[in-house]
């Protein structure tokens, strides 16, 4: 059976207005009345488009699916604050009110799960009001550049404007994407991967990526006090194991899962964990 990644979530948009007027692009997809909601965060430099296999196999299992275009990614925009961690996470809470979210699951995926992470430790109170539990999915609390190589060469590359230049290249590009992916390089992840990074505006997106850098709170984790789930492929590059250690290290009763031989795009590589650790979180 051939998977298509590069499947858009079929569902009418709604734009949610941010703090700072940012809109921001949302779907819903599933029953409204369903009590069981799972809002979807993706990382840096893709769109809401990359989470189509696991939308749909939630819908299918009767889940209330919201998924929405970070700031300055897909079809939002940005306010007049610009692009940074503070302005995500009110981002994130704007749309779980929009949606009037109760006892949700909220996955975040690498810069997803960075932005999660900072919400959970300063503003535990509001998210416990929408939120039952978080899936932290090939991500970090910050200090991306530690003991990695391949970060140390890619974000410079991005800040410098040369990536965009780089990306242009078939060969790169390709390379690019299999970095990110484990024991398997699927074409079609591939394909998909890179169509969606190379219509990303990088230049505006450079402060997230400076922040994943610059902060770090790995020594805040033992505020969070909301149940969550850490799941990293053995093979991720781009998060080392050792930040998912930390992670679950600091996270108090958090759950660890490795999923063997896979790497940073859990989303596509391996599906099927993913829904299984999201419906344990839900129920």
């Not at 940012?22 to 990382?43: E, P, Q, Y």
């Not at 709170?217 to 194991?241: E, F, H």
């Not at 679950?248 to 063997?260: T, Y």
Request: net charge positive.
């Amino acid at each position: 059976m051939t998977i298509n990644y590069s499947q858009q979530l079929s569902a009418t948009e709604r734009v949610i207005t941010s703090t700072d007027g940012t809109k921001i692009s949302t779907v819903s997809m599933g029953a409204d009345t369903s009590d069981k909601v799972v809002l979807l965060a993706h990382g840096y430099a893709v769109d809401m488009h990359c989470w189509n296999i696991i939308a749909d196999d939630l819908v299918q299992r009767g889940y209330k699916v919201i998924a929405f275009d970070q700031r300055g990614h897909g079809r939002s925009t940005v306010g007049s604050q610009g692009v940074g961690s503070q302005q995500m996470v009110d981002d994130y809470l704007a749309v779980l009110r929009a949606y009037e979210v109760r006892n949700g699951v909220l996955v975040g995926h690498s810069m997803g799960g960075f932005i999660a992470i900072r919400a959970l430790v300063e503003q535990s109170t509001a998210m416990a009001q929408h939120l039952r539990g978080c899936l932290l999915m090939a991500t970090f609390a910050g200090d991306v550049n530690r003991k990695n190589l391949q970060n140390r060469v890619q974000i410079p590359l991005i800040q410098s404007g040369i990536m965009r230049k780089l990306i242009s290249n078939k060969g790169i590009a390709r390379n690019l994407a299999k970095s990110l992916l484990g024991d398997v390089k699927d074409a079609g992840m591939i394909n998909a991967f890179i169509d969606t990074f190379r219509k990303s505006d990088l230049k505006s997106l450079v402060p997230i990526l400076m922040a994943f850098v610059k902060e770090n709170r790995y020594a805040q984790l033992s505020n969070v006090t909301m149940p969550c789930t850490i799941i990293v492929g053995t093979k991720d590059k781009t998060t080392p194991p050792f930040h998912t250690d930390a992670l679950h290290a600091g996270i108090k009763n958090s759950k660890l899962v490795r999923v063997a031989g896979k790497g940073h795009m859990l989303n596509w590589e391996a599906p099927d964990a993913l829904v299984q650790e999201i419906t344990a979180l839900a129920s």
